[in-house]
Structure formats: C-alpha cells, structure tokens
C-alpha cells in the first residue's frame, strides 16, 4: 500500500464526554446486555420448537448432500444461493452432525449466534459504542432469528453483511493492507452466501470512495473500490445460471409495484408491533436528515471530521442502496418474502446506529432514547415470542401420521406440488403418493418440469384420476394433504390453452388453481364421505397443511369415476 494511502490527517479532537454521559452509556451498556440475552433467549425457543425441516431447507440439504461436489455444483440452479453456502452445509453434514433436523438446526444456531457477534464487532469498530439500536431493529427482529437460523445461507449471509460494513469502513478510515485484505476476504465470502450481497458490497464501496474523495483522498478512493473485484470476479461463474433459469423464471414473476414493497415492508417491520414501525420511520428521517446537516460545520461545530465522514457514509450507502435493491427486486419481479429484504434491513440499521452515535453526546438524549428503546422492546416480547415460537412445518406430523394410517392400497396426494419436496424426505409409508400434479422428481423445486405440464394442461392429471378412481372403485381411501379450492358445478372451473395462455400467460399460480380445481371437482362429487384432520399448532403459513380424507361413492360418483372429467 504506498505511503500516501496509509497517512491520514489527524480529526479534531471529539469534545470529551461528561459525566452523566459517562454513567448513562453504563446504562446502555446493561441494557444491551440484557437485550442479547433476550435475543439468544429467542434464538434457543425457535430451536426447540421450529420442528422438522421446510422445503426450501429440504432443497438446501438435497443439493448439499449430492454423491459428489460436481453433481452439487450442477445442482445449484435448483437453490438460491452461490455455492460456498452447499459447500459449507455439506460439510457441516460430513464431519458427523448428520442431516437429521435437529443437528442440521445447530448450525443455523451457530449463525444466528454468530451474527449476534458480529453486530457487537460492528458497533465497537465503526462507532466506538454499544449496538444499542442494531440489537433492537435487527438482532431482534422475529424473522431475522427464524429465517437467519433456519437452514438456508440468511443468518451467514447477515453476518457477513455486518462484517462487510465495519471491514470498509476500517479502509476508509485507516487504510492499510491488513485492513485491506480482511475488507475483500469479508466480502468476498459475503458475496459466495448470499447473491444480494453483492449489491450492498457495491453500495458500501461507493460511500467509502465518497467520504474519501470528500477529504481529496484520491488514491484511498480507488483503494475503497478495489474491495469489491475479488468478490466481483468469483461472481463470473454464475452468470451461466442466469442464462438458464429465463426459461423458467417467467412462472414466478408477477409486477413488483410500490404497492407491493409497502405490503411487504408492514409485515416485516409490523412483526414487532406499532410501536417498533413507528421507530424505524422516526430513525431513518433522523439518519436521512442529519448526515446533510452535519457537513456544515457552522451547525455541528463540536464534531469532528470522523464524525462527519461517517454520517456521510450512512447517507451515500443509503442513497446508493436502496434504488439498485428497488431495481433488483423489480428486475428480478419475484412473489417476494421477508428474507429478501434482510440486507435492506441490516444496512438500514447500522446507518441508523452510526448515524445517531455522531449525535448522541447530550445524557439527556440518551436516557430519553434508551427509555423509548425500553418500552418498545417490552410492549413487543409477547408478539415476537409468538412468531420465534412457530414451528416451520407440519408436513413432518402429516407424513408421520399418514404412514401409520394410510393403507397401502390408498392413495396420497400433496397439493402445492412444491410442498412434496418436504414429503418426500419425511414420508416412509406403504401407500403411494403424488403430488398435484404429479413428475418423477421430488427432491428439489422443478419447475422446469412444471413448465413442460403446463404446455398440455389437459393430460397434466390424467396419472392423479387414474390413482384415484383405483383407490375409491376398489373401497380405498383418498388423503389429499393441502386445500382445494370449493366448486359446485363444472362451469366455475377455469380453463386453460397450452402455455402461455392468453391471459395467464406463464403464470405457474393460475394453472396450479386450475388444476386443483378439477381435481376438487373430480373428489368432491365422486366420494360419498370426507373426513378433515389437523396436524400442529402455531405453524407458519408458508407450509401448514391440512389433511381430507376422501372415502366412499357418492350416488354420482360412478359416472364421475367413468368421465372424461
């Protein structure tokens, strides 16, 4: 690193910090204590009763424990995530924890613990400080510890968010090669988890560059921006997946509108009550607001240029990230879920932390911001308890019950086809299953597949009537495990042309409707007895399944059985 990288200009000297301060940051500091136990405290609920394994981590554990690394590497398009993430959760299988639900669950403690740790890291090396606001929007926050500990690369990828920020800010401050580095080794493990995180690597390597060229530090500039093409080209390897998935990707995108984002950002940030919504609305005006005025030395006299810079760089870094990630999402025009807004959420809430600590030197306005912080945090526990509580699944409880009842001459039918991914690794029973509707493959989300069904929507069934005609005919029983939607007569189904329809073009979600519908139509008319089964309490929406048990014919089931449907 040349020499005129490495020296900086000394910052005034920070005002020195009284005494009521003093002994109200000891305050903080016990709170924040307490609220990490409160979050660990979460992270083992979740633990002990999230259950058995949903599907998107049945396909995670699928494609990491293929017979080689090669056939891995291949499978990859079948998963959301680069490929350090089956690398590591292969491994972790390997050495001795097993796929079983339980030990594989160690591992998303380990990285939800992990990013405990490194919001502290962050907080001391960026703000000198205690992660006070970080803990309450972020580490808190029910989704983060459901998801980030679940088995997918969330909890890792946060992680190594968190590391990424307090990495490139070391650089900008006081450059050298260690820091530089540890910065571009950060990221580039940060971006090999999640492939997000590239975009916030690119956001974060803008700021830096920023505050740099704002202090005329040219050189540091293109060193600040030299982070990120280790990571950059580690990316080159995937750009063939992106080639691939556009022939599929069509069944899941739908518009992604403003509309959308607010639904989806209410239901995030409303996990944890009103009181934390209205938090986080104050906070970001405040984060927005402040850096501007803080670079007029006339208004913010006591504060030195460190303090200055950093709050240009929360500003730069949310400037610069929050468009690219709207594109993002609007380019990429996916159902989307709480897990795509974690990197948003993350960085949002270290500009926050880093931003208020270049203002929070007045005791009054610590002890009147931890008292908030406090009531917030008690008015929520409840709320989040119920969520960090709820078990993934009940698809492991369905498949357990449905192989000591169901009778081999029955039939099984998993209704969304998707949830069979998950069926398949718990269901050992003897009597045969199919998903509606029904391919070969169930251990990953084929939607290649699909798309091939969609093309002749019309004989996409005809196995399902078949299995099912068998079962009732010969006095067997139906377990449909999913909803169907309710049809009275043939003229409320929907019909649809080989894709892309018309209408529906690609939409994979109106042809699966369809489809259900026949098949509801076909079981609700032709059986004579239908009896409902529950299984779980407190499950997530994403896979709560019920189980109708079909038995019986009704007085017209035998010329439904003999149609053409």
């Given at each position: 690193?040349?020499?005129?990288?490495?020296?900086?200009?000394?910052?005034?000297?920070?005002?020195?910090?009284?005494?009521?301060?003093?002994?109200?940051?000891?305050?903080?500091?016990?709170?924040?204590?307490?609220?990490?136990?409160?979050?660990?405290?979460?992270?083992?609920?979740?633990?002990?009763?999230?259950?058995?394994?949903?599907?998107?981590?049945?396909?995670?554990?699928?494609?990491?424990?293929?017979?080689?690394?090669?056939?891995?590497?291949?499978?990859?398009?079948?998963?959301?995530?680069?490929?350090?993430?089956?690398?590591?959760?292969?491994?972790?299988?390997?050495?001795?924890?097993?796929?079983?639900?339980?030990?594989?669950?160690?591992?998303?403690?380990?990285?939800?613990?992990?990013?405990?740790?490194?919001?502290?890291?962050?907080?001391?090396?960026?703000?000198?400080?205690?992660?006070?606001?970080?803990?309450?929007?972020?580490?808190?926050?029910?989704?983060?510890?459901?998801?980030?500990?679940?088995?997918?690369?969330?909890?890792?990828?946060?992680?190594?968010?968190?590391?990424?920020?307090?990495?490139?800010?070391?650089?900008?401050?006081?450059?050298?090669?260690?820091?530089?580095?540890?910065?571009?080794?950060?990221?580039?493990?940060?971006?090999?988890?999640?492939?997000?995180?590239?975009?916030?690597?690119?956001?974060?390597?803008?700021?830096?560059?920023?505050?740099?060229?704002?202090?005329?530090?040219?050189?540091?500039?293109?060193?600040?921006?030299?982070?990120?093409?280790?990571?950059?080209?580690?990316?080159?390897?995937?750009?063939?997946?992106?080639?691939?998935?556009?022939?599929?990707?069509?069944?899941?995108?739908?518009?992604?509108?403003?509309?959308?984002?607010?639904?989806?950002?209410?239901?995030?940030?409303?996990?944890?009550?009103?009181?934390?919504?209205?938090?986080?609305?104050?906070?970001?005006?405040?984060?927005?607001?402040?850096?501007?005025?803080?670079?007029?030395?006339?208004?913010?006299?006591?504060?030195?240029?460190?303090?200055?810079?950093?709050?240009?760089?929360?500003?730069?870094?949310?400037?610069?990230?929050?468009?690219?990630?709207?594109?993002?999402?609007?380019?990429?025009?996916?159902?989307?879920?709480?897990?795509?807004?974690?990197?948003?959420?993350?960085?949002?809430?270290?500009?926050?932390?880093?931003?208020?600590?270049?203002?929070?030197?007045?005791?009054?306005?610590?002890?009147?911001?931890?008292?908030?912080?406090?009531?917030?945090?008690?008015?929520?526990?409840?709320?989040?308890?119920?969520?960090?509580?709820?078990?993934?699944?009940?698809?492991?409880?369905?498949?357990r019950m449905l192989a000591e009842e169901a009778?081999?001459?029955?039939?099984?039918?998993?209704?969304?086809?998707?949830?069979?991914?998950?069926?398949?690794?718990?269901?050992?029973?003897?009597?045969?299953?199919?998903?509606?509707?029904?391919?070969?493959?169930?251990?990953?989300h084929r939607y290649d597949i699909v798309k091939?069904?969609?093309?002749?929507?019309?004989?996409?069934?005809?196995?399902?009537?078949?299995?099912?005609?068998?079962?009732?005919?010969?006095?067997?029983?139906?377990?449909?495990?999913?909803?169907?939607?309710?049809?009275?007569?043939?003229?409320?189904?929907?019909?649809?042309?080989?894709?892309?329809?018309?209408?529906?073009?690609?939409?994979?979600?109106?042809?699966?409707?369809?489809?259900?519908?026949?098949?509801?139509?076909?079981?609700?008319?032709?059986?004579?007895?239908?009896?409902?089964?529950?299984?779980?309490?407190n499950v997530s929406h994403y896979e709560n399944?019920?189980?109708?048990?079909?038995?019986?014919?009704?007085?017209?089931?035998?010329?439904?059985?003999?149609?053409?449907?």
């Amino acid at each position: 690193m040349s020499q005129s990288v490495v020296q900086t200009t000394p910052p005034l000297a920070a005002a020195p910090l009284s005494r009521r301060v003093v002994v109200t940051q000891r305050w903080e500091l016990w709170f924040c204590v307490g609220v990490s136990l409160l979050v660990a405290f979460f992270h083992i609920v979740y633990f002990t009763h999230a259950g058995g394994l949903w599907r998107d981590e049945v396909t995670s554990v699928n494609v990491a424990s293929s017979p080689t690394v090669g056939e891995m590497w291949h499978l990859r398009d079948f998963d959301s995530f680069p490929f350090l993430w089956h690398l590591i959760l292969r491994a972790w299988i390997k050495i001795g924890m097993r796929a079983t639900a339980d030990h594989l669950r160690v591992l998303g403690q380990l990285a939800g613990f992990g990013l405990l740790a490194a919001i502290w890291v962050r907080a001391r090396v960026v703000d000198k400080g205690w992660p006070l606001f970080s803990l309450v929007l972020l580490a808190l926050q029910p989704h983060v510890i459901r998801y980030g500990d679940s088995i997918r690369a969330y909890g890792l990828g946060l992680m190594a968010i968190t590391l990424m920020f307090a990495a490139v800010w070391r650089v900008v401050e006081k450059p050298s090669w260690r820091s530089y580095l540890l910065a571009a080794l950060v990221s580039l493990i940060g971006c090999q988890l999640l492939y997000y995180n590239t975009i916030v690597l690119f956001a974060l390597g803008v700021a830096g560059a920023v505050v740099c060229v704002r202090r005329r530090r040219y050189a540091r500039a293109a060193v600040v921006l030299a982070i990120g093409i280790p990571a950059a080209a580690s990316m080159v390897p995937y750009f063939d997946i992106a080639s691939r998935l556009d022939s599929w990707q069509p069944l899941l995108q739908q518009p992604y509108t403003l509309g959308l984002l607010g639904e989806k950002l209410h239901e995030i940030l409303g996990a944890q009550g009103d009181g934390v919504m209205a938090l986080w609305a104050v906070l970001m005006l405040i984060t927005i607001a402040a850096p501007v005025v803080a670079q007029n030395p006339k208004w913010t006299a006591k504060l030195s240029d460190e303090q200055r810079d950093r709050a240009l760089f929360c500003l730069a870094t949310i400037v610069v990230l929050f468009p690219l990630y709207w594109l993002f999402l609007k380019r990429l025009s996916y159902v989307t879920e709480p897990w795509y807004y974690f990197a948003v959420l993350a960085v949002s809430a270290f500009c926050i932390e880093s931003t208020l600590r270049v203002f929070f030197r007045d005791y009054r306005i610590h002890r009147a911001a931890l008292a908030v912080v406090t009531v917030i945090v008690m008015s929520s526990l409840l709320l989040e308890y119920s969520l960090v509580s709820m078990r993934m699944t009940n698809v492991d409880l369905i498949a357990r019950m449905l192989a000591e009842e169901a009778a081999p001459e029955d039939v099984i039918i998993v209704r969304p086809w998707y949830a069979g991914v998950s069926f398949d690794r718990y269901y050992h029973g003897k009597a045969p299953w199919m998903t509606l509707p029904d391919f070969p493959s169930h251990q990953y989300h084929r939607y290649d597949i699909v798309k091939q069904l969609m093309r002749d929507p019309d004989s996409a069934l005809d196995p399902l009537y078949a299995a099912m005609t068998k079962a009732l005919r010969g006095g067997h029983r139906v377990w449909i495990c999913g909803p169907l939607p309710p049809v009275k007569d043939r003229s409320q189904l929907i019909h649809l042309a080989p894709a892309p329809d018309p209408k529906a073009g690609w939409n994979e979600g109106v042809y699966n409707f369809a489809w259900s519908q026949r098949v509801s139509y076909f079981i609700n008319n032709a059986s004579a007895h239908v009896d409902v089964q529950m299984a779980g309490e407190n499950v997530s929406h994403y896979e709560n399944l019920v189980v109708f048990v079909y038995s019986g014919i009704s007085p017209a089931g035998d010329a439904i059985l003999g149609s053409d449907k």
